[in-house]
Structures are given as structure tokens and as C-alpha cells.
């Protein structure tokens, strides 16, 4: 009878370890190495939802259900983590073709407004929010339209916020859409 | 408050001789002027001259309004340099209160590869040197002020307690920094609910008015020796560094003469070493002035090429020359002699660009000038630091650069008293045998040049100095031949598209031309072999304000950098 209880506690001990690992339903990363991943990350965890955040994410690493993608080009950023324009833009190609093949539901944001746009940005807004199932921009970002050009063609759903804070709302919305609810 | 309003009655926009330059409005006043990177600081200066305060006082309270309007690029964390003309004397001073390395500063400190790729030079505690702008503020006042510390610090107190407007251009900052913050500060106020403070908060910082209470109640030793300086050394042995209250208490301010030259009549005062800026500034002047600027087109092919190549040859003699004086002797005389200039400048051909550049000889001109080797710089991208420039009606004249190092220095803000630590040992060489390379005690090297222009008749006329790293000296030179050699107001001179072009290790860098160059020049600078790029209009090149006096009218012109939030103000 020991040796069950015993075996019970491993058991139980395994699986909190395995559960610690296990992945999150979402994966969050960056478009150009700007901070601004770090801030809806910041959003995600007021909203009490677990993301597995890696500005540098690869396909291999993709293991979960949505993929959120925070667009904003930062030369300092893509410095720091050691790469150019054009190797962020070909990790972003191989990570979505991948979320695509894997059916990983792509949430694109644009978190920085006007702010961050320009022509480091909109390099990455082009290369992302084509292959978005969902868009949410903040103020100012899309004034020249460019998000809804881009997206014409799929009619992509845009969601509009008026500041990083305010992103709240479409994000809780949208990932219950999806199955992931938040607070 | 009338009498400002009378001085915006008196603002002229000027229309730019050059439909490339970005929005030009000089302001003109009678009295007195400010001009500073924020509206709310210049406004803070002109309160204290209106109430009765000369330049210095003036100076004095807008350098701390700038602490809280423009916490990330300067404040009593850091330190800076003060250019100071008296009208009575026609004196001039440079107070240099740069921070110095702490006593457990050594060469290799930042040499190996973990250091490196840990940024312990910019971020964290290492990254701290010792402040030395509150002993820059006391002194200044003491010597040249009229006012006490708490009469100057009214205005900054008040925009403290009471807050001001977060601009969208500093929401920007805040954001891009955000990492630095949440890392070194999360509880700082420039956070909010875990978020960068938005455009449009109105944005308190109680714990920096607490600070600057008990400054003015207790003088400097509040800072150096007192509470404020046990929470610095906490807070950056927390963060990692190794400074201790010696450090804070053995901080010495020093007052040095001017480095001086001169261009087409026009005496130059500026910042010798531990700043750079001053002595590269007069050498490249001296360069220039061999040849007919003013005859040139503006910002045409021929000035442009002239101008990247002397560039080169200046930076490369920064390069080779240049540290702090307490350590090294370096060649000052030599570098800033028209002699050597004139050397210099027969190197520079028409229609040759200069791939290799080495670093010249002044020892001809300078006995005892010996190489160094080694400095950092020239690849920064920094934007940060503020200049501010003052004038009073008696003709006192103010120009100062002040500076935390990186937007938000090291990251690390002192809890209890709300001020930004620079992150200044990023200013040494990493290399540690160069002549740069950190030493207890040492000055880092810097390129503020907080600078004083007189006219042929020496009366004053401008007082100008700028942000921007290595790229201060190039953009000094520019506008100042902006105004001597092409006509240009104040505003307009700073105004202008500006070119810079490094040159290190003897090698030339590339030709980096601010967007507003007409195209065609650009095709024709590429033709004539530069390798060059076009970069946006903005503070990479330099953010300036200025000051200058136009003597037919008997007015003060005032130009501020619509690279940065810069606003002249006078009444």
C-alpha cells in the first residue's frame, strides 16, 4: 500500500514538473524588434493569459494554437539581438508559412501608432499583416491606410484602439473568439 | 507672463532661403531670452529673468525643468559643461562637471566579451559614473549667480509636484526604452500600470521634487554626502556597480579657460577636454576657412564633398589625440593652430574622396604633442543630451550642454529621489589600453561643446551648443557656417540638413547625408566616389538651440531644433 502511495506522489510530482513545461496556448512575438512586444505581453498577463514570448521565435518553436506577431522596426532592436532587416524579414516569412501549415491562428498587432511607423516599420507591417486572420492597430498606425490595403483582398477583420492600454478589449475579444478566454 | 505674451507678439517667422529646410521660426525678443529643448524649461529660465535673476540664475532653473520635462536625456544624475561670458569683463568660463569613474573603476573593466555582450558599460550600475551636475548648479550659482538654489528652483519644483503633458515624442522615448526600465526601474513613474506613460498623461514626480527640497534646504552635501548619496550608492550596488559615498564626497568640479579660436573674424569659445567638442569644432573651421564657403552654393556638391573630407581629417586627428587632460597631454594648441588647418586642408582634392585618413602632426605646431590611440566612438546612435542657451538683458551669456549619456542613462533611477544615473563609462574605451580607457577619477571623453561666438567688433553673438555624440562637433560647424558664410538667421542655420562623415582606425566611414539634401547633389557626391547614405531628417544629425543677436534691430533671435521638442522663449 506504501509502495502505491509512493508511486502516487512520483506520479503527481512528474506531472507538475511536465506541466510546467508545457506550452501555452499562445505564442508571442516580435516583427522588427521593437519593444513593443514586450508591452502586449505586459497587456497579455493583466488579461491573466499565458503567452510563450520569444522576439526571435522560429518555426520549429511553434507549437501553439494562435500566434500573436507585435509589427514595430526598431535598428536599435534588430542591433541588439544581432540581425538585419532582411534576416527579421525571412524568420517572419518561415514563421508564418509555418503557423499556416500548422492552422496556428494569426493575430497581427501594431501597438505603437504613428510613433512607429515609417520606413523600417512598414517593411515588417508589409511582410505580416498579409498573412493576419486578425489585425488589431492603435491609433495612428493606420491613418494612411495601410493596414486595410494590405489586407483588402482577404477582408481581414482590423481592430482599432486608442492606445497600448486600450488594446485590452479587442485582444480579450478576439482571443475568445478563439477559445482562450481572459479576464 | 505679459511680458511674454508681448514676446510671442514679437515672434517673426522667417521663411527659409532654402525650401529644404524643415519648419523655420525664429523668435525674437528684447530682454532676455531661453533656449532649450522643452518649451516648459525655456519658460522656467525666462520666470527667473523676468523676476530679476541674470543669465546664470536663469540658466540654473531651467537646467533642472529640463531634469523633469526631459528626465531621459539630463538631470542631477549626470553631469554636463557651462560656457559662461560676463558682460562687465567680457570674461569667459567653461565649468566642467562631467562625471568621473568611481574609485573602482580599472582599464579592463569593460574588455572581455561577457562584459561586452552584458552592455555593462550602458546599462545597470557599472554604467555609472560619478554625477557631478549638482556641484556644477551650487557652483555656478555661488560664482556667478544672484539667486539661491531654492529661488531657481521654483519653476522645476512646481512643474514637478504639479506635472506636465507627456508629448507623443516622448511617449516614444519612454517605449523604446521600456526594456531598460522594466528591467532597472519598474516602479519608476514613467512607467504606469506596467505600461510606458502615454501621450497626454500628465506625468508628477513627487520623489524629484523631495530631491530638490532637500537641495535647496541643505546645499550640495545633501548629494554628495548625505541621504541622496547613500540611496545612490544603493541603488547602483544594487544594479551592479561598485561606488561608494568616497566616491560622491571626493567629486571635484573643475573651472577651465575656454578653448578659443576663431572663424572669418569671428572668436569661438568652447569646451576644451574633457570634452573634445570645442578644440574639433575650431579645427574644422580653421579647415574650412581655407577655402570660399560663402561663395558655394549652399549644401551644393562642392561644399558638401569639402566639408564630408574635412570632416574625416578632423576626426581622425580626434582619433588619434584626444582624452582627458588630467591623464594625457594632449596637442590642444597644435590641433586648434590655422597652421596646421592650413596643412590639413591641402589634403582635400575636388574630385578625389579620401578612403584611407590618417590622423595628422601637430607637433609642429605644438611642441611636446604626442599620438594616442584608440578612442571610442563615431558609431553611436545615441540621440540623447540637451543643450540650452541663455542671455540676459545686462548681456550675460549662458550656453550649456548637459547630459545623462543614453535616453534614460543606465536605466537605473534612484527610487527614493526619482532621478535618472547616467550611464557615462560608455563614454570610455573599451580597449584598455587606450588613452581612453576607464581610470579612477577619469573625465570620459565627451563631444559637448556648450559655445560662446563673438562678432569682429567683439560683441556677443551667438551662443549655441548641441546633442548628438560625435556628431555635435560636425553639426556646431555647420550651422555656424550656416551663418557666417550663407546669411542665415538663427533658426534657419539650424534649421538645415546637415551632412557627417567619420573617419577611425584610419579608415574613412561612410558619407551620411540628412534627408533635405537636394537629390541631385546627393548623385553628384556619389559620382564623385563617396560612399555615402541618405538618412532621415532627424536627431541622429544633432538637435541645437541657439541664440543670436542681431545688432541692427538690437535683438535677440532665437532658434530651437524641430528635431527635438526645442522652443526658444523671450520677453
Redesign the interface.
Same mark, same amino acid.
Given at each position: 500500500m506504501v509502495s502505491v502511495r509512493k508511486v502516487f506522489v512520483a506520479v503527481c510530482v512528474l506531472l507538475c514538473f511536465a506541466g510546467a513545461s508545457f506550452a501555452a496556448d499562445i505564442a508571442l512575438t516580435s516583427a522588427g524588434q =521593437? !519593444? @513593443?512586444a514586450? $508591452?502586449v505581453r *505586459? *497587456?497579455l498577463?493583466?488579461l491573466g493569459v499565458e503567452a510563450d514570448s520569444d522576439p526571435l521565435m522560429k518555426p520549429e518553436g511553434l507549437t501553439q494554437k494562435i500566434l500573436i506577431v507585435v509589427i514595430g522596426g526598431? =535598428? %536599435?532592436g534588430l542591433?541588439a539581438a544581432g540581425i538585419d532587416k532582411d534576416q527579421e524579414i525571412a524568420r517572419l516569412s518561415a514563421l508564418l508559412k509555418a503557423a499556416a501549415g500548422k492552422n496556428v491562428k494569426i493575430l497581427a498587432m501594431h501597438v505603437?501608432?504613428?510613433?512607429?511607423r515609417?520606413?523600417l516599420s512598414d517593411e515588417f507591417i508589409t511582410a505580416v499583416a498579409p498573412a493576419a486572420d486578425k489585425l488589431v492597430v492603435v491609433e495612428g498606425g493606420n491613418a494612411d491606410g495601410i493596414f486595410t490595403n494590405l489586407t483588402k483582398e482577404k477582408k481581414t477583420p482590423i481592430h482599432g484602439a486608442p492606445? *497600448?492600454?486600450g488594446v485590452a478589449a479587442p485582444l480579450k475579444e478576439i482571443l475568445a473568439e478563439w477559445g482562450i478566454p481572459a479576464k | 507672463m505679459k511680458r511674454i505674451l508681448v514676446c510671442v507678439g514679437l515672434l517673426v517667422l522667417v521663411v527659409a532661403c532654402a525650401a529644404s529646410a524643415a519648419d523655420v521660426v525664429d523668435v525674437r525678443a528684447k530682454n532676455g531670452m531661453v533656449s532649450s529643448a522643452h518649451e516648459l524649461a525655456s519658460k522656467a529660465g525666462v520666470e527667473i529673468l523676468e523676476k530679476g535673476g541674470n543669465a546664470v540664475d536663469a540658466a540654473i532653473a531651467t537646467q533642472l525643468a529640463l531634469n523633469v520635462v526631459e528626465p531621459n536625456a539630463s538631470g542631477i544624475g549626470g553631469g554636463g559643461f557651462m560656457t559662461i561670458r560676463n558682460a562687465k569683463t567680457n570674461e569667459v568660463v567653461v565649468l566642467d562637471y562631467r562625471e568621473i569613474a568611481p574609485q573602482s573603476a580599472t582599464k579592463d573593466m569593460f574588455a572581455s566579451e561577457a562584459s561586452k555582450k552584458a552592455k555593462e558599460s550602458e546599462l545597470g550600475g557599472k554604467a555609472v559614473g560619478v554625477p557631478g551636475a549638482v556641484k556644477g548648479m551650487f557652483a555656478a550659482l555661488r560664482k556667478y549667480g544672484t539667486m539661491s538654489f531654492a529661488q531657481v528652483a521654483e519653476p522645476a519644483l512646481r512643474l514637478a509636484e504639479e506635472g506636465f503633458e507627456v508629448h !507623443? $515624442?516622448q #511617449? #516614444?522615448i519612454i517605449?523604446? +526604452?521600456? +526594456?531598460k526600465l =522594466?528591467k532597472y526601474s519598474p516602479t519608476c513613474v514613467f512607467i504606469v @500600470?506596467?505600461? !510606458?506613460a #502615454? %501621450?497626454g498623461t500628465i506625468l508628477k514626480q513627487p520623489q524629484l521634487a523631495k530631491t530638490f527640497r532637500l537641495l535647496a534646504k541643505n546645499g550640495p552635501d545633501a548629494f554628495y554626502k548625505g541621504p541622496i548619496a547613500d540611496a545612490v550608492v544603493a541603488a547602483v550596488n544594487k544594479a551592479g556597480g561598485a561606488m561608494t559615498k568616497k566616491d560622491l564626497a571626493n567629486y571635484s568640479l573643475v573651472e577651465r579657460e575656454p578653448v578659443k579660436g576663431t572663424y572669418r573674424g569671428y572668436s569661438i569659445y568652447s569646451v576644451p577636454p574633457a570634452s573634445s567638442g570645442g578644440t574639433h569644432i575650431v579645427e574644422l573651421l580653421n579647415i574650412m576657412e581655407t577655402f570660399p564657403v560663402g561663395k558655394w552654393k549652399h549644401n551644393s556638391a562642392q561644399h558638401l564633398h569639402t566639408l564630408a573630407e574635412a570632416m574625416k581629417l578632423m576626426y581622425a586627428d580626434r582619433g588619434a589625440f584626444m582624452a582627458d587632460t588630467a591623464f594625457v597631454k594632449v596637442p590642444l594648441k597644435g590641433l586648434a593652430d590655422k597652421g596646421y588647418a592650413a596643412k590639413r586642408a591641402g589634403l582635400i582634392k575636388q574630385m578625389e574622396v579620401m578612403k584611407e585618413v590618417a590622423a595628422g602632426d601637430p607637433s609642429a605646431f605644438e611642441k611636446g604633442a604626442q599620438k594616442t590611440a584608440d578612442l571610442r566612438g563615431g558609431g553611436e %546612435?545615441h540621440i540623447s543630451t540637451s543643450h540650452f542657451s541663455v542671455v540676459d538683458a545686462q548681456g550675460n551669456i549662458v550656453a550649456s550642454t548637459n547630459t545623462v549619456n543614453y535616453f534614460f542613462g543606465s536605466g537605473v533611477i534612484v527610487p527614493e529621489y526619482g532621478f535618472v544615473l547616467n550611464n557615462e563609462m560608455d563614454d570610455f574605451a573599451f580597449n584598455p589600453k587606450s588613452v581612453n580607457a576607464p581610470e579612477p577619477g577619469k573625465r570620459p571623453l565627451s563631444s559637448m561643446s556648450p559655445t560662446i561666438v563673438t562678432d569682429r567688433e567683439s560683441r556677443p553673438f551667438i551662443t549655441f551648443g548641441s546633442a548628438g555624440a560625435t556628431r555635435i562637433i560636425s553639426a556646431l560647424a555647420q550651422i555656424l557656417m550656416n551663418v557666417v558664410d550663407f546669411g542665415m538667421t538663427m533658426d534657419q542655420a539650424i534649421e538645415q540638413p546637415r551632412i557627417f562623415n567619420f573617419a577611425s582606425g584610419g579608415k574613412a566611414g561612410k558619407l551620411l547625408i540628412e534627408t533635405g539634401v537636394d537629390p541631385k547633389v546627393v548623385d553628384l557626391l556619389k559620382l564623385r566616389g563617396h560612399d555615402l547614405e541618405v538618412r !532621415?531628417f532627424g536627431g541622429y544629425f544633432g538637435t541645437s538651440q541657439g541664440i543670436m543677436f542681431d545688432w541692427k534691430t538690437v535683438t535677440m533671435d532665437g532658434g530651437a531644433d524641430s528635431r527635438r521638442l526645442g522652443v526658444p522663449v523671450g520677453y
Open positions: =521593437s !519593444p @513593443d514586450m $508591452m *505586459v *497587456v498577463k493583466k526598431s =535598428s %536599435k542591433g505603437g501608432g504613428e510613433g512607429r515609417g520606413k492606445n *497600448v492600454s | !507623443p $515624442m #511617449q #516614444q517605449t523604446d +526604452e521600456f +526594456e =522594466s @500600470d506596467g505600461l !510606458p #502615454q %501621450k %546612435k !532621415p
